[in-house]
């Protein structure tokens, strides 16, 4: 009897997944890290390729694999949005050097 509600305890417990957040001492829930970016394809990518690197024995993680691909995806991101802003500024540039300049005649 006792053997039987061991079995079904483990069974109980081996179904139930841990929560998608993290809870803190005070009971509140804390988002994980990086997690807007967890479905890009970026991450898809950079975790594939980490995937493949360990696999192969070239990379040794120390850190858990979302922090690292999170980490890296977040710097794309960040020098995507600063490639961005620096490419409309020199399109800017090159337009107003484009432009004819006026001749007054009068």
């Keep these: 009897m006792l053997r039987t509600a061991l079995v079904r305890n483990w069974a109980s417990m081996s ?30 990518v950079l975790d594939r390729g980490i995937n493949r690197l360990v696999r192969n024995q070239d990379l040794v993680e120390t850190s858990s694999r979302t922090h690292i ?3 890296l995806v977040k710097l794309l991101v960040e020098s995507e949005a600063c490639f961005a ?8 540039k090159r337009t107003d050097a484009r432009k004819p300049a006026r001749l007054n005649l009068r």
Excluded: C, F, H
Aim: charged share 40%; aromatic share 10%; glycine share 4%.
């Design 69 to 71: 691909v999170g980490y």
């Design 15 to 44: 179904k139930k997944r841990a929560p998608k957040t993290r809870r803190s001492p005070l009971g509140r829930t804390a988002p994980r890290p990086y997690e807007q970016y967890s479905d890009s394809a970026i991450w898809k």
């Design 85 to 92: 802003e620096s490419k409309k500024k020199t399109i800017r």
